[in-house]
């Protein structure tokens, strides 16, 4: 059973999976097949997550979810910068022309 948690900044629901560098990731709850995040239950009940790979692919108990940091609506949104702040990529735009 997926324990969902909600996100603290958007409130969705997400699910947090261990990766096999031990450590902690937010995916989406239900799967996507456009997804890069194989996430399975092992036998303990935790939920583990790794990226698939040409040596290693997604196998038959597995299924490809989206990290939630890729679909988080306040994350993607872009915050406006502080009075004396410079964007970095616009700055790098100007020293190219």
Do not use: F, Y
Request: hydrophobic letters at 30%; one cysteine or more; proline letters at 10%.
């Amino acid at each position: 059973m997926k324990q969902l948690i909600p996100c603290r900044d958007c409130r969705r629901p997400i699910l947090w999976t261990i990766t096999e560098a031990g450590k902690r990731l937010a995916v989406d709850p239900d799967p996507d097949p456009a997804g890069n995040t194989a996430v399975r239950c092992d036998g303990t009940g935790a939920w583990r997550s790794r990226r698939p790979t040409a040596d290693l692919p997604l196998t038959g108990w597995e299924r490809l979810h989206k990290p939630h940091i890729a679909t988080c609506p306040t994350r993607t949104e872009q915050l406006a910068l502080p009075v004396g702040v410079t964007s970095l990529d616009a700055h790098r735009r100007k020293k190219r022309r």
